[in-house]
C-alpha cells in the first residue's frame, strides 16, 4: 500500500528555519514527480515547490523562491523541503505528494497520492 508520512513540523519564530522530510513507500517513487503542497488556515491549499524524478529540474510558488529548497533521496525515498526566513504567511498544513511524470511536472494539485500532512506554524 502507498504511504507518505511527513514529518519535520512545528512552531518556529519568524526568520527561523523548519527542514521537512517525506518517507514514501509502497510505490515506484523514483518514476514519480514529488511535491509539496500547503493550506493555511481559511484558505485553499497551494503548490510549494515540486521535483523531477531524478532531482534535475525544481518548481517553487513564486513566495517561496529563494527562501525554500525542495530535494529528493531516491535510494532512500524521501522528500525534503528545506524552508529558511519563515514567515507567518507560511504558516499551514504541509502535505507531500506523488504525481506521475510525463515528461515535466506540475504545483496544479492534481497528484495520485497525498500524506496527510504536517503542521508548521511561524509566528512574529
Known amino acids: 500500500q502507498v504511504q507518505l508520512v511527513e514529518s519535520g513540523g512545528g512552531s518556529v519564530q519568524a526568520g527561523e528555519s523548519l527542514n521537512l522530510s517525506c518517507a514514501a513507500s509502497g510505490y515506484r517513487f523514483s518514476t514519480y514527480c514529488m511535491g509539496w503542497f500547503r493550506q493555511a488556515p481559511g484558505k485553499e491549499r497551494e503548490g510549494v515547490a515540486a521535483?523531477?524524478?531524478?532531482?534535475?529540474?525544481?518548481y517553487y510558488a513564486d513566495s517561496v523562491k529563494g527562501r525554500f529548497t525542495v530535494s529528493r533521496d531516491n535510494t532512500k525515498t524521501t522528500l525534503y523541503l528545506q524552508m529558511n526566513t519563515l514567515r507567518p504567511e507560511d504558516t499551514g498544513v504541509y502535505y507531500c505528494?506523488?504525481?506521475?511524470?510525463?515528461?515535466?511536472?506540475?504545483?496544479?494539485?492534481?497528484?495520485?497520492?497525498w500524506g496527510q500532512g504536517t503542521q508548521v506554524t511561524v509566528s512574529s
Open positions: 505528494a506523488a504525481r506521475m511524470y510525463y515528461g515535466s511536472c506540475s504545483l496544479d494539485g492534481r497528484n495520485n497520492y
Open positions: 521535483i523531477s524524478p531524478g532531482g534535475g529540474s525544481r
